[in-house]
């Protein structure tokens, strides 16, 4: 694998009236087929002694000259565009190494920042002994650049990005890390995996995830689930495996219409909105022994029986009805809940924002003053059939996101 070097160099000797002659012993012993000089105007001219006592040939070497050894961020663009130029002609980052010896601190800062941000293999210090002598430190970059993938993997969880966290966290390499941030991705990945489950209605799921966490409570803490929560989602669990809706359902619902929102996806809230409504109302008809899979005429008073009874097919003879006859129903029946969406004249105009979306019957991409009023409108209903709802939704919302 052919390697390049990158080299800063100052204009003063570091109190080491052998620093030029230092780096170029290193440049033979590390035997690089590219060395690049990061260097000022002023001390360009020991970066080419430097390539002379080397006895590198034309061509094997090149210059960045700095506008200025003392600005981060003019020094981090350079290199940077210097990594990635040597990345266009074919050097692989981590066959890309830096050598910050010489130069300003500010020099060395930047350098090495830019590498770690490429991926680049090494970083390289030449050390002075006492005793006369120099060593060469080497730091291997992939065990920060493992760190800051950890790092990078919270913001991932904390934006919902719960696939590419579990990936990036899947690629890092433990070995590289402390015990405690090897605790830290087991953990992470584990909470992205029971997120993303959660974030898809597997309750079952979520719980075999979170059951495989580190023992550690205090590990992660923003994101861990609280037992409380761990009993409402096995209460879910149980629901879905009973083919059975409750309070927590609509719950679970909303707030997951809620995350589609902040994420901009207004089409997908508003469909989880709609099929929450649906729930509800289906719910509600449940208690008064209406079955809306297959509605028995016979629950439906007289001088109303003949528009449903047109609704049944004419395949199975099963009379099935959907979110608009449902609580026209439960209107009909003079429930609470049909009582509360027949007053609110809006709601039935909003409705038709679902039908007329790209995901269900129309062309029309939803935006976020619809997906807000039918939310509200949504949230009022459910509030007001379920007391508690609110504080219900407060408790089942991904911890970091109730604020």
Known sequence: MPKA?????????DGRSDILNVLAEDIQAYSPELVVFVASKESQSHAQKIADTAKLAAGTYEFVVLASSHSFDVIFAETNNAIRRLIERGFSADSISVNYTSGTKVMGSAAVLAALFHQCGQARYIYHETAGRNMTITTQLEGVSAFRELSFSRRLIEEMRFQSAHDLLSRIDGSLLSEHDQKAVQCLNGLAKAYSHWDNFRYAEVLEALNQLPGDDGLESRFRIGKDVIEKLSMLAADCAQ???SELTFAD?????????REGSFDDAVARIYRALEMIAQWVLKRADVDTDDVDTRRVPPRDRVSFEAMRSVDDGKLRIGLRKSFELLTILRTPLGLRFEEHEELSHMLSYRRNSILAHGTTAMNGEECDNLLAAAKHLFSAEIPNFEELCHSLQFPWLRA
């Open 5 to 13: 070097l990158i080299v800063t160099v100052g204009t003063t000797p």
């Open 243 to 245: 083919n059975r809706i």
């Open 253 to 261: 619902m909303m707030n997951n219409a809620i995350r589609r929102k």
